[in-house]
């Protein structure tokens, strides 16, 4: 038994209203927005507040040699809260969120190894994400009844919240909100709005214990590719999701609003038909790989894999489309995830282990398929001892005994 992190993302419905019918307060949309502007203007006003103080050290002779720290940010942040009263409307932590969200932004420019970008401000119209974070304080954030004896979200200073989701994901927020049940714990919600919907994101932290499968489970190599998924050790192969009609509904719906007025009633309609597309796409393909994990980790005891080099893959033309709508490195990180979570042994080989060109049976590399232009050789015979190989099946069979070579043990 250990504690295990899990996400889940569950969609809440605020009302116009900041409060029902029985006078209690609950989460609306103009609270929800507040929260989000806030955070955006606590970040934007702080990163201008460094940026002249570093500006002017710069003027006056002296070396930009200023460290950002959460200590420094906050003594900004009271300077604020004195200045604009409306920075109360804020839970604390979300503010405070703001500043770690900010430092945690030069920490990444000043790390060589990232290469990230300087901190910039964040625009209204042009940012992606609508989000602010709560942390659970003294069970703050926690499932309620409300007075009609229907379960509801509380969040703090906001209100309750209808929500809708699994039975099981209702258990465990039950669960977490149980003072008397230290198996379950909730770390922090972050609210977010993802085209014109709201969700709130919980971070628990629970005791997991893994299922018993009687049944023998194997060992197995993942070999991941652009034609296919991935294809396993045992000969077995996950094909890729056919997703040309979502593809083609944001394509068409991506022209209509290149047609018209940006603002315009037509160009809303199709933009709210573009969202709708494109979260369809996403959630097609996260509920199709979530499936073929499961079935993977369920019948493996032990997992390989390599660390293919999948930006590389983006700048070949005959690859990139493909590399783009399968997004396998979504898939590899599912795979690890839920690995670790189930105590399954999990193994990353480095992207330079030659698994395509070397023969599973006598370990020889065939130097006469590497290259980018044999990449449409999917079969091939060893000049060696004359085994006929499938191309990714082979890989996927060296894959596994290099990772049982790294682990120090044998194919069973």
């Given at each position: 038994m250990k504690f295990v992190k899990k996400v889940l993302k569950i969609r809440i419905y605020p009302t116009k209203m900041d409060k029902n019918d029985d006078g209690e307060k609950i989460v609306s949309i103009n609270k929800i927005e507040s929260n989000i502007g806030i955070r955006r203007f606590i970040y934007n006003h702080v990163l201008e507040f460094i940026n002249n103080f570093k500006r002017l050290l710069i003027q006056n002779g002296y070396e930009d040699k200023a460290i950002v720290n959460i200590?420094?940010?906050?003594?900004?942040?009271?300077?604020?809260?004195?200045?604009?009263?409306?920075?109360?409307?804020?839970?604390?932590?979300?503010?405070?969120?703001?500043?770690?969200?900010?430092?945690?932004?030069?920490?990444?420019?000043?790390?060589p190894k990232i290469k990230s970008d300087y901190p910039v401000f964040k625009h209204r119209k042009k940012t992606i994400k609508f989000t602010f974070r709560i942390i659970n304080n003294n069970y703050n954030i926690r499932i309620t009844k409300d007075k009609n004896g229907h379960d509801k979200i509380k969040l703090a200073k906001l209100g309750l919240a209808k929500f809708?989701?699994?039975?099981?994901?209702?258990?465990?927020?039950?669960?977490?909100?149980?003072?008397?049940?230290?198996?379950?714990?909730?770390?922090?919600?972050?609210?977010?709005?993802?085209?014109?919907?709201?969700?709130?994101?919980?971070?628990?932290?629970?005791?997991?214990?893994?299922?018993t499968i009687i049944s023998p489970r194997m060992q197995v190599g993942i070999d991941i590719g652009c034609s296919k998924l991935a294809v396993l050790s045992n000969g077995q192969e996950i094909p890729n999701l056919n997703l040309e009609k979502e593809t083609d509904n944001i394509i068409r719906y991506q022209k209509t609003m290149s047609h018209h007025k940006q603002g315009s009633i037509r160009y809303l309609e199709a933009q709210k038909l573009y969202n709708k597309s494109w979260e369809k796409f996403l959630n097609k393909r996260d509920d199709y790989y979530n499936k073929a994990v499961s079935y993977i980790v369920k019948n493996s005891i032990f997992v390989a894999?390599?660390?293919?080099?999948?930006?590389?893959?983006?700048?070949?033309?005959y690859l990139s489309?493909?590399?783009?709508?399968?997004?396998?490195?979504?898939?590899?990180?599912?795979?690890e995830k839920k690995c670790q979570q189930e105590g399954v042994t999990f193994i990353k080989l480095p992207k330079f282990f030659p698994s395509t060109k070397k023969c599973s049976k006598c370990q020889k590399i065939n130097k006469n398929i590497s290259g980018l232009e044999n990449l449409g050789i999917r079969d091939w015979d060893c000049p060696h001892c004359h085994t006929h190989h499938d191309r990714d099946v082979n890989a996927a069979k060296n894959i596994l005994n290099k990772g049982l070579e790294v682990v120090g043990t044998t194919a069973q």
């Open positions: 200590s420094s940010c906050n003594v900004i942040l009271k300077m604020l809260m004195h200045e604009y009263s409306f920075l109360e409307k804020a839970e604390s932590s979300s503010r405070q969120q703001a500043i770690i969200d900010l430092v945690n932004a030069f920490k990444r420019y000043e790390n809708k989701t699994s039975k099981k994901y209702r258990e465990l927020l039950r669960r977490g909100s149980d003072k008397n049940d230290p198996s379950v714990k909730i770390k922090h919600v972050t609210v977010k709005r993802i085209h014109g919907k709201y969700f709130a994101i919980f971070n628990i932290e629970y005791i997991h214990i893994p299922e894999v390599q660390n293919e080099n999948i930006i590389s893959w983006k700048h070949n033309p489309h493909s590399i783009q709508i399968n997004a396998p490195r979504n898939f590899l990180d599912k795979l």
